[in-house]
């Protein structure tokens, strides 16, 4: 790829800022004097520079980022230095062109940037993050001579570390490598089995100039794992080791840094790193294509050997710089899309719909037989509330869409079944809380309801976004009592969002569902009570079809633990 001569200069000077030593002002800040100098004419375009400049971010390498925006969609075939095994895989994968944040990634990783830098990515939901990671990565292992365990791949949840491992699996057989999954989906023997291999004299050993120890030898090039069970290998399973880890992805980065489970995100920098002791360290077995070890090597804070590269992303980056010191990135490029901190995808419209709080279950009914059985994500606050509002809509007779629960107190196996059916299309509508859908990639939704309003921007994005994917248009809706409505719009707001029309759920359409509404509240008490006797688990209040008390509290509880799967 070519970088022409104002891009060599960006990068370099991005490179210069990110060397120096942290403080709060930054290159890129305006001094009052600068202001009171320059053509500034009235009062407001003062305040808006003013305000501007608040809002930028305290971290000084933040505050020159690369525009993602600025990069366009590029096809598959003109990408320099491609493997033309993985175009093949990209091409069954049916991906004729990458997408921005996919092509300007690239071109930080394999050329012309050569990985000489951590990479913060902030990039909308649905814009193609993992493909952005997992292609570098692939193709950068992909001359690899034996194997031993070089990337690794943390996201929250297992849900979303199935849907990843499915990415990785699609691009990296193709060349050679063997992806594996820590989730504690299976049990711990056949995950150890799947991993590490056992010790055999194999012959390749004695010709490799990179001996690897019988016992460190893994089963797998790429491992995609949730924090919990990660530790779990890394404290009980003899022959996994981080000690050949090149690369390091933090997926959903702001969710996973508010999680310190085990430790282990120390635990694994520590384990990684070890390397940097170790006399006969296992070289990447990358031939150095590019110059690219040489660059590391050479870039790597006097270390010796090539350094942990780490990629963390979400659509919601922490701008928090000591949640971002936990990672220790080095000399880090941020990468962003336009000058918003939050962005919604391009193609998704926002609604509310205004309803009184007593009928929002009739609501919700009559607003999802208005989108007549298209696919649609309904959120709530918590997991009380998905099981509550599940039961109670399925009691409503001669609905003519499926809908069904999709929360974190349903085993692996169900959570699964039911996934399944709503990507075929069997089941219309999930009812799921903040937890379960981060990151969620389920193709054909067009429509996402906010049953509670989000606490949060970052949680109204991260809902939203699981319409309006890949460019695709999407619509998302908040039912809002008048009360709310102010709080809303100011929730909006900062993601630069005010246009957010109201959305008429046909009156008619409300009082049809009410003749059954006392019946289905009734029948919701017993099957509670029922629940309760059975498991002694259930606590919700039948009377209060409204949840949105509590409401910060529940979905960040909620995100939290189910971050130990
Ligand atoms: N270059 C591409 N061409 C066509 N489709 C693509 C391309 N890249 C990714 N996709 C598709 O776009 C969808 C969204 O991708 P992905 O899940 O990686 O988004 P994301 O940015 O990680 O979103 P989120 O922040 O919600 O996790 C997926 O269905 C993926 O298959």
Not at 146 to 155: E, F, P, Q, S
Not at 186 to 211: C, G, V
Request: glycine share 4%.
């Amino acid at each position: 790829m070519e970088e022409s001569a104002a891009e060599q200069k960006g990068r370099k000077k991005r490179i210069r800022l990110a060397k120096k030593p942290s403080k709060m002002g930054g290159e890129s800040s305006i001094s009052t004097r600068e202001l009171n100098s320059s053509s500034l004419e009235t009062m407001e375009e003062l305040a808006a520079e003013q305000n501007k400049k608040k809002s930028l971010p305290l971290i000084p390498w933040m505050r020159d980022p690369v525009d993602i925006s600025r990069y366009d969609s590029r096809p598959v075939g003109s990408l320099p230095f491609l493997d033309n095994r993985l175009k093949k895989a990209l091409h069954n994968m049916g991906i004729s062109s990458l997408f921005p944040v996919q092509v300007a990634v690239w071109q930080e990783t394999i050329g012309p940037g050569f990985f000489e830098r951590d990479l913060c990515i902030n990039s909308p939901t649905g814009s193609g993050k993992t493909i952005a990671y997992a292609l570098p990565i692939v193709q950068k292992l992909s001359t690899r001579f034996i194997k031993c365990l070089r990337a690794l791949v943390v996201l929250p949840t297992r849900d979303l570390a199935l849907q990843v491992k499915e990415v990785f699996d699609a691009l990296a057989p193709a060349v050679g490598l063997s992806v594996g999954l820590a989730v504690g989906q299976s049990s711990i023997a056949d995950e150890i089995a799947e991993l590490i291999r056992k010790p055999t004299l194999d012959a390749d050993i004695w010709f490799d100039s990179e001996y690897v120890p019988p016992e460190q030898r893994s089963a797998v090039d790429i491992l995609v794992a949730t924090p919990g069970r990660l530790m779990d290998h890394i404290n009980n399973t003899k022959g996994f080791t981080l000690e050949h880890l090149h690369y390091l992805v933090v997926d959903e980065t702001d969710r996973l840094l508010r999680e310190a489970y085990q430790s282990w995100l120390p635990n694994v920098l520590k384990l990684a790193y070890s390397q940097n002791q170790n006399p006969f360290p296992c070289t990447d077995g990358i031939v150095p294509t590019f110059g690219v070890l040489k660059t590391i090597r050479s870039f790597g804070r006097g270390k010796p050997h090539p350094r942990l590269a780490k990629m963390v992303l979400s659509a919601t980056l922490t701008q928090d710089p000591s949640k971002l010191a936990q990672l220790d990135l080095h000399y880090p490029l941020y990468l962003t899309t336009g000058q918003r901190r939050y962005q919604l995808p391009e193609q998704l419209k926002s609604f509310k719909v205004l309803c009184k709080s007593k009928l929002k279950p009739l609501y919700l009914l009559a607003l999802l037989e208005s989108l007549q059985g298209e696919k649609c994500i309904v959120f709530t606050s918590s997991v009380d509330s998905t099981h509550r509002l599940c039961t109670l809509l399925n009691f409503f007779d001669d609905l003519q869409i499926k809908i069904k629960e999709y929360s974190r107190l349903q085993r692996q196996s169900i959570r699964s079944k039911t996934l399944k059916a709503f990507r075929a299309g069997e089941i219309q509508v999930l009812i799921s809380s903040d937890a379960m859908t981060r990151g969620m990639d389920v193709e054909g939704v067009k429509n996402v309801i906010n049953y509670d309003m989000p606490p949060f921007i970052k949680t109204y994005i991260h809902r939203a976004g699981r319409t309006a994917r890949a460019g695709q248009s999407g619509r998302c809706f908040t039912l809002l009592h008048k009360d709310e409505v102010k709080r809303f719009k100011r929730l909006l707001q900062k993601a630069d969002n005010d246009s957010c029309p109201v959305y008429s759920v046909p009156s008619e359409s409300v009082e049809s569902f009410r003749s059954m509404y006392s019946t289905a509240l009734e029948r919701l008490k017993e099957s509670v009570e029922s629940e309760k006797r059975g498991k002694g688990k259930v606590k919700v209040n039948i009377k209060q079809p409204d949840v949105t008390r509590k409401v910060e509290k529940a979905s960040l509880k909620e995100e939290e633990s189910s971050i130990m799967e």
